[in-house]
């Protein structure tokens, strides 16, 4: 089975950055699509960003184009979400997801999803 585990998340003011970890396990990473999803306190979870399987392309939500940058270790099994420009908007807790589908835009393309780590951005 497939294990996700999140780790970096934290406190950090308006315009500072937060670098998150996903750890992946149980199976080779590179066949998998990897994504990022967040879910604010009243709010659905949402799509942040994805990388897809073998190509390593990208996609981001636009709320975050610019701002984010995903990136995978296939030879760690790791994909990183590096996050620059925090808004308060940003806080959530943000989640590691994957899956077979080649695009991962909403979470019903997702197989498998992490326990989350908190991301909160103060002003």
């Known amino acids: 089975q497939v294990q996700l585990v999140e780790t970096g998340g934290g406190l950090v003011q308006t315009g500072g950055s937060l670098r998150l970890s996903c750890a992946f396990s149980?199976?080779?990473?590179?066949?998998?699509?990897m994504g990022w999803f967040r879910q604010a306190p009243g709010k659905e979870r949402e799509f942040v960003a994805a990388?897809?399987?073998?190509?390593?392309?990208?996609l981001y939500a636009d709320s975050v184009k610019g701002r984010f940058t995903i990136s995978r270790d296939n030879a760690k099994n790791t994909v990183y979400l590096q996050m620059n420009s925090l808004k308060p908007e940003d806080t959530a807790v943000y989640y590691c997801?994957?899956?077979?589908?080649?695009?991962?835009?909403?979470?019903?393309?997702?197989?498998?999803w992490g326990q989350g780590t908190q991301v909160t951005v103060s002003s």
């Open positions: 149980g199976r080779t990473m590179d066949v998998y699509t």
């Open positions: 997801a994957t899956g077979r589908a080649t695009w991962i835009r909403g979470t019903n393309d997702c197989e498998f």
């Open positions: 990388t897809i399987r073998w190509t390593g392309s990208t």
